[in-house]
């Protein structure tokens, strides 16, 4: 059963949700406002002149194979950048979980990446992949294998993941174990009472019981992927090589402030607007539901 | 004491202050850092105490691409500064924002001072006029492309360190001399487009575009992938290939690995002239671009690649006074020949060229002549005039793409350049759409 407080009036709810309203009113709907205005437009830079063309914008986008493909690196990347990171945060958070001696220790050191802004995360990673003085690079050079993301697309796609999925897994990290912490004692003591080995526990307990958790976390995963890396991919790849880590946010960001063309940069804005609510729809509707709260 | 000393320079400073106040400010927006930043804050402080009318106040805005955008965001605002660095790329979207900018030579006669449009070498300021041959921005800092040879790695590998590498036909044999002696970087590139394909297309006096290069009209289509760049960029994969090229990415990443003694020969700016002297721990040269001997319009002039400086439309008239005051400070001979020799950036005025060479310096730093003799040894043509095309930034981002897919063997060269050339020319109808 839930609790429902049922206000008399309208004016104090109203008046209690104005703030919130104003707030995203002003910093969400205004801009997003501007970006649908702004992508039926094609104005010079210096906005001396401007025309009106309608979706024109979009039938160029749409119309351009390598920006379709943008589509599908996008899909690998933020699809690759959640697994790893909530992947090998789980991993580690059960680990942490089983940890009875210097478990505050450990939990510090893993929360420690998440404070490196990701344009620094990708310079850290830069440095130790580069092709020519980079630490990793030359050991692998001499297990006698020849690193070069700057010409082998899918080693520049799996650098700029691990630079992306690194900071990611201490934030995931602290949720998993919160959420595993979380899970009473007793009813994985029974089941290990009764015969359960760590396995069938895990998948028949621990795993639908973290279920919020984890739902809660693609979320923001998918999220962070598709926004945030912009900073890694600028500073490694710089969405190369050809077209190998042009992700569309980094398009975004490329044909509007290295291009100017900022109709173009508009309209994939809405673009990335529409997919990105699109993706939120489908995961309430249909993984939601396997969640059990 | 302390106190009453504290109390005097601050005084002093707020009477300084009132002074300072007392003069039009010229504000001046650029991209430069490091030594290139102090080079610069130096220029602006000699002007500053040379006169007392104007003031320059000099900021830097981040990177060529961050200025670029900061000037333009401030254009929109109404608070653009006088001067604005813009690198050369930039030069089209520049030139289309009638309105937002006003024309060097426009302001220089506007303001009396002496203005002699051919002190100028062509080649260095033609990239920044119009049809008329007028000075549309002021070419502050311009560089071409150059070989450098490592010297002791060719004597390693048994090779005369004077072994000629004037034309690409005698390359392959020192490149694979260089591999089977073991070099693992024979030969690598910075800018892989400014070099392979822009000024490439001038030096052998084939179009890059058509309507001059862009020069003619905004209605211009890319034609760089004629049989001859084609050719070239063929060559340049087979040696990726066969690991007697080495790419090492867009921009100028390859000069870390030239200047730690990897690579053996290394096609990159002038101006990587300082680094290359600071950083070498062996004996280099510097030598002409190399050229299809094959090709007799070849060798023609190279191209120049660096930035200009851009007048902001929008200010008074008197405050535009003290911005030519300060260009024509610039172009003074001394100025000009002293940053040419610090910088490694051309001399934009013949006298600034001969007056270094009257000082000696080019004897005494052999091979930092030949990036001027190589832009001045002809006159240019229409095809080696520069370059002048909308969205150019972008336009390399995918040339750079096409050429990788080329190194790295996955397209031949006919379908990257076709595909590049295809890819350009949607930017360029896009850009000609925006500024109709």
Known sequence: MEKRVIFKGWMLPALLL????????????????QAIWQSMFVPDPFGLKTQFVGLGNFEYLL??????????????????????????????????????????????????????????????????????????????????????????????????????????????????????????????????????????????????????????????????????????????????????????????????????????????????????????????KFIERRVHY | MKIKTLNLALVASMAWGTAASAQTEIQWWHAFTGRLGELLDAQVALFNSNQSDYKVVATHKGNYSETLNAGIAAFRAGEQPHLLQVFEVGTA??????????????????????????????????????????MLSFPYNSSTQVLYVNRDKLAEAGIDPDVDLSTWEAWDGVLTQLKDAGVTCPYTTSWQSWVHLESFSAYHDVPFATKENGFGGFDTELVFNGPLQVAHIDQLGKWAQDGKFIYAGRRNEAGANFRGGE????????????????????????????????????????????????????????????????????????????????TGYLPITTAAGELTKSQGFYAANPGTEIAGLQMTRNTPTENSKGLRLGSFDQ??????????????????????????????????????????
């Not at chain 1, 104005?18 to 406002?33: D, H, S, W």
């Not at chain 1, 599908?72 to 009875?100: K, P």
Request: charged content about 15%; aromatic content about 14%.
């Open chain 2, 263 to 342: 690579c053996a020969l290394f096609t990159e700016s002038s101006a990587g002239y300082a680094g290359v002297k600071a950083e070498a721990q062996f004996a280099f040269d510097i030598r002409h671009l190399p050229y299809w001997d094959s090709v007799e319009a070849a060798p023609q002039n190279t191209i120049i690649g660096g930035a200009s400086v851009w007048i902001m439309e929008g200010k008074p008239a008197e405050e535009y006074a003290g911005v030519a005051a300060f260009l024509n400070f610039l172009s003074s001979p001394e100025v000009q020949a002293k940053w040419h020799q610090d």
């Open chain 1, 18 to 33: 104005l703030p919130q309203i104003v707030i995203t009113a002003i910093f969400f709907f205004y801009p997003a406002g």
């Open chain 2, 93 to 134: 979207t520049m030139m289309a924002a009638t309105g937002a900018i006003k024309p060097v030579f426009e302001v220089m006669q506007a303001s009396g001072l002496e203005f002699d449009p051919n002190a100028y070498i062509p080649a260095v300021t033609g990239y920044y006029t119009n049809a008329d041959g007028q």
């Open chain 1, 63 to 284: 119309g351009d194979p390598y920006y379709r493909a943008s589509f599908v690196t996008t899909a690998i990347f933020s699809g690759l950048v959640t697994v790893v990171s909530m992947g090998v945060a789980l991993y580690l958070a059960i680990l942490a979980d089983r940890l009875i001696k210097g478990s505050g220790t450990y939990r510090t050191l893993l929360i420690w990446p998440y404070a490196v802004a990701p344009a620094v995360a990708g310079v850290l990673w830069m440095f130790m992949f580069n092709t020519r003085v980079g630490v990793v690079a030359w050991y692998l050079g001499l297990l006698g294998y020849d690193w070069n993301h700057v010409l082998n697309e899918a080693e520049a796609m799996g650098l700029v993941v691990v630079a992306s999925s690194w900071g990611r897994i201490s934030y995931n990290f602290l949720f998993f174990l919160a959420g595993l912490q979380a899970i009473p004692r007793s009813v994985i003591e029974a089941a290990a009472i009764d015969g359960a080995k760590f396995w069938t526990r895990f998948r028949t307990i621990v795993w639908p019981l973290l279920s919020p958790t984890t739902f809660f976390l693609l979320v923001v995963n998918v999220v962070y992927a598709f926004f945030e890396t912009f900073g890694v991919i600028h500073t490694i790849t710089a969405g190369g090589p050809q077209q190998a880590t042009t992700i569309l946010v980094y398009k975004v960001y490329s044909d509007g402030f290295v291009g100017q063309d900022l109709g173009s940069s508009a309209a994939q804005s809405v673009i990335l607007l529409v997919l990105v609510g699109l993706l939120t729809v489908i995961q309430f």
């Open chain 2, 395 to 436: 336009v390399r981002t995918i040339i750079d793409e096409e050429l990788e897919g080329v190194w790295s063997g996955q397209k031949t060269a006919q379908a990257a350049l076709d595909s590049a050339v295809e890819r350009g020319n949607q930017l360029l109808r896009r850009f000609e759409q925006a500024n109709r």
